[in-house]
């Protein structure tokens, strides 16, 4: 039975803070067993707790240390999910400076989170998945 919106709404909430926090436990608690993050500009996805993990990790030790600042654009809540949307600063490590504009779609699934649904560059993506965007370029193919 599908847990109502409110708390699905929270545990969005909790997997956005968890992302901000770098707490791993928390992210990956948030979710469901078989979480899909669908690459929806790119059309392709990646599935799977193993899969999360190694994007978090990538996420949270790699590409977070990047982020020079961010706005948060807009937040909504629909029966599918909560949509957050940002605008956001990089300074690699090679000194260059790149502004994004990346929307994230929370999805919601039975009592935890379903996945997450992108829409971002090519370029943005590959930094911020870095092997997980691989992963998802090889589930993609495997599946067609």
Same mark, same amino acid.
Not at 57 to 64: L, N, S, V
Not at 65 to 76: C, D, H, K, S, T
Not at 77 to 103: N, Q, S, V
């Given at each position: ?24 436990? &928390? ?6 067993? /078989? ?35 961010? /706005? ?12 957050? /949307? ?11 400076? /790149? ?40 589930? &993609?193919?495997?599946?067609?």
């Amino acid at each position: 039975m599908r847990a109502d919106h409110e708390a699905l709404v929270a545990v969005a909430k909790r997997h956005a803070e968890a992302e901000a926090n770098s707490d791993l436990a &928390t992210a990956l608690a948030t979710l469901e067993d /078989e979480p899909v993050y669908e690459l929806a500009t790119l059309g392709i996805s990646f599935r799977g707790k193993d899969a999360a993990r190694r994007y978090y990790e990538h996420f949270f030790g790699t590409f977070q240390p990047w982020i020079a600042g961010f /706005e948060l654009v807009n937040q909504w809540a629909t029966d599918e999910g909560l949509g957050e /949307e940002y605008w956001m600063e990089l300074a690699l490590p090679d000194g260059a400076r /790149e502004r994004h504009r990346i929307i994230g779609i929370l999805l919601f699934g039975e009592t935890r989170l379903a996945g997450e649904r992108l829409y971002a560059s090519e370029r943005l993506l590959r930094l911020m998945l870095g092997p997980a965007y691989e992963i998802a370029e090889r589930q &993609t193919r495997a599946a067609r």
